[in-house]
């Protein structure tokens, strides 16, 4: 008897390491992305062995100064990536990564009075052009935008100082925000619009949601039906950019009229109802657009957990069709409201805060979605430069490497198509 109930119990411990060896089999090497063939590494991620777990993802055609085999230097173009980090202890980090050079370095964030930046940095974005002064550079996080714009260095903008102090081998890598504003949403990504041929660039600034999660809800008014019929909780505000030097969002404004100076927050231009789960956005000018607002193309990265990742590709002209759109307040009931921004006319007793009636609402939603693309886990923030779009992900972080099919520590870039 005793011997008998050994084997029962040998067999079933067996039945066991089999199923659990048979699991692992298959969830390391049993699923097949035939969508990333089409997927190119661009650039390894830096910082992933520091406790560094990658979120944003913007670019900057910059310079680099090299030697040539006379002994006479040479500036030359460059396009850079720039990755925003949080880390696993210690203040987040901006990445510097040149697409020719290779890793450059990083930077520590501080905040606007010197304090370590400790928050998500989900999403960094740049409006700085090589050789013009004035471009802001955005981080996201927690409902806030944070800018920077100072550069200590003459005739160079932030971006280029970014890069500098990222190479700097004796201290002094630290960049400090110079201001920040709320974003009336959760601020989760952003990514910047250079339209080609045209001042009409913008910012856009979005948050993420996951349904029954309550550390990924989004305000009640954001839970909107779209005109098509989807149910969607998350929104993308869009805002024109602004790189005068005295403006220190690099953002047009709300009007003074009914606001003190102080309160001339960032205007939404614009707001977009967005999927949920959505990590990263990136808006892709067409190589023939003249500046256009309805041409061109949209990526959304999807993502959570150890699933795979969904990008999501759209025609610009679908979203923004007049016949796509509904004002925010008669969607919610309600103008769109600047939270905390007060008016001229508030009091302590009463704040009255500043409103927005004429907003209007697009529907990104499955009625509009031109093609699914199916890839490895844990896709995060976007960038673009022409017509290829660049993917970061967070899978070959040291925080998540153990458990992922995929341990991605490249950057990836595609260009979409139907």
């Given at each position: 008897?005793?011997?008998?109930?050994?084997?029962?119990?040998?067999?079933?411990?067996?039945?066991?390491?089999?199923?659990?060896?048979?699991?692992?089999?298959?969830?390391?090497?049993?699923?097949?992305?035939?969508?990333?063939?089409?997927?190119?590494?661009?650039?390894?991620?830096p910082g992933l062995d520091e406790g560094a777990v990658p979120q944003g993802l913007a670019?900057?055609?910059?310079?680099?100064?090299?030697?040539?085999?006379?002994?006479?230097?040479?500036?030359?173009?460059?396009?850079?990536?720039?990755?925003?980090?949080?880390?696993?202890?210690?203040?987040?980090?901006?990445?510097?990564?040149?697409?020719?050079?290779?890793?450059?370095?990083?930077?520590?964030?501080?905040?606007?009075?010197?304090?370590?930046?400790?928050?998500?940095?989900?999403?960094?974005?740049?409006?700085?052009?090589?050789?013009?002064?004035?471009?802001?550079?955005?981080?996201?996080?927690?409902?806030?935008?944070?800018?920077?714009?100072?550069?200590?260095?003459?005739?160079?903008?932030?971006?280029?100082?970014?890069?500098?102090?990222?190479?700097?081998?004796?201290?002094?890598?630290?960049?400090?925000?110079?201001?920040?504003?709320?974003?009336?949403?959760?601020?989760?990504?952003?990514?910047?619009?250079?339209?080609?041929?045209?001042?009409?660039?913008?910012?856009?600034?979005?948050?993420?949601?996951?349904?029954?999660?309550?550390?990924?809800?989004?305000?009640?008014?954001?839970?909107?039906?779209?005109?098509?019929?989807?149910?969607?909780?998350?929104?993308?505000?869009?805002?024109?950019?602004?790189?005068?030097?005295?403006?220190?969002?690099?953002?047009?404004?709300?009007?003074?009229?009914?606001?003190?100076?102080?309160?001339?927050?960032?205007?939404?231009?614009?707001?977009?109802?967005?999927?949920?789960?959505?990590?990263?956005?990136?808006?892709?000018?067409?190589?023939?657009?003249?500046?256009?607002?309805?041409?061109?193309?949209?990526?959304?990265?999807?993502?959570?957990?150890?699933?795979?990742?969904?990008?999501?590709?759209?025609d610009w002209a679908d979203i923004s069709s007049s016949s796509n759109r509904k004002t925010y307040a008669s969607l919610t009931g309600n103008n769109f409201?600047?939270?905390?921004?007060?008016?001229?006319?508030?009091?302590?007793?009463?704040?009255?805060?500043?409103?927005?009636?004429?907003?209007?609402?697009?529907?990104?939603?499955?009625?509009?979605?031109?093609?699914?693309?199916?890839?490895?886990?844990?896709?995060?923030?976007?960038?673009?430069?022409?017509?290829?779009?660049?993917?970061?992900?967070?899978?070959?972080?040291?925080?998540?490497?153990?458990?992922?099919?995929?341990?991605?520590?490249?950057?990836?870039?595609?260009?979409?198509?139907?």
């Amino acid at each position: 008897m005793k011997h008998k109930k050994l084997v029962i119990a040998a067999v079933a411990l067996f039945s066991v390491i089999v199923f659990l060896a048979t699991f692992v089999v298959i969830w390391l090497w049993g699923d097949s992305y035939p969508d990333f063939a089409d997927f190119k590494p661009a650039a390894k991620i830096p910082g992933l062995d520091e406790g560094a777990v990658p979120q944003g993802l913007a670019n900057y055609e910059g310079e680099y100064t090299e030697t040539d085999e006379n002994g006479n230097e040479q500036t030359l173009s460059q396009d850079y990536f720039f990755i925003s980090a949080y880390m696993k202890s210690g203040p987040s980090r901006l990445y510097v990564v040149g697409k020719t050079t290779g890793y450059v370095g990083y930077v520590t964030l501080k905040n606007t009075d010197g304090s370590d930046y400790t928050e998500h940095a989900g999403g960094v974005a740049t409006s700085c052009k090589k050789g013009e002064r004035y471009g802001t550079l955005w981080v996201v996080s927690e409902g806030t935008v944070y800018c920077a714009k100072k550069s200590d260095t003459p005739g160079k903008n932030i971006a280029d100082e970014i890069i500098a102090r990222a190479a700097m081998t004796d201290g002094g890598n630290e960049i400090s925000f110079t201001a920040s504003f709320k974003a009336n949403n959760r601020a989760s990504f952003c990514y910047f619009y250079d339209a080609p041929n045209s001042t009409s660039d913008k910012l856009y600034v979005g948050e993420f949601y996951r349904p029954g999660d309550k550390n990924y809800q989004t305000d009640e008014a954001h839970h909107i039906t779209t005109g098509n019929g989807y149910a969607q909780c998350a929104l993308v505000n869009e805002y024109n950019s602004y790189t005068g030097s005295t403006n220190k969002y690099g953002l047009s404004l709300i009007s003074d009229d009914s606001v003190e100076t102080e309160n001339c927050v960032p205007k939404v231009q614009n707001i977009y109802s967005i999927p949920n789960l959505v990590q990263g956005f990136a808006r892709i000018a067409d190589r023939t657009d003249s500046g256009s607002s309805t041409s061109g193309k949209l990526v959304l990265s999807t993502s959570y957990g150890l699933a795979n990742s969904s990008l999501y590709y759209y025609d610009w002209a679908d979203i923004s069709s007049s016949s796509n759109r509904k004002t925010y307040a008669s969607l919610t009931g309600n103008n769109f409201v600047y939270e905390g921004v007060t008016t001229k006319y508030s009091t302590a007793e009463k704040p009255r805060y500043y409103t927005d009636s004429s907003v209007s609402v697009y529907f990104v939603d499955g009625s509009k979605l031109k093609r699914e693309y199916s890839i490895p886990s844990m896709s995060e923030g976007l960038c673009a430069k022409n017509s290829t779009v660049f993917v970061l992900f967070e899978s070959g972080c040291y925080k998540y490497r153990t458990f992922v099919r995929q341990k991605l520590t490249d950057i990836y870039g595609f260009v979409p198509r139907v």
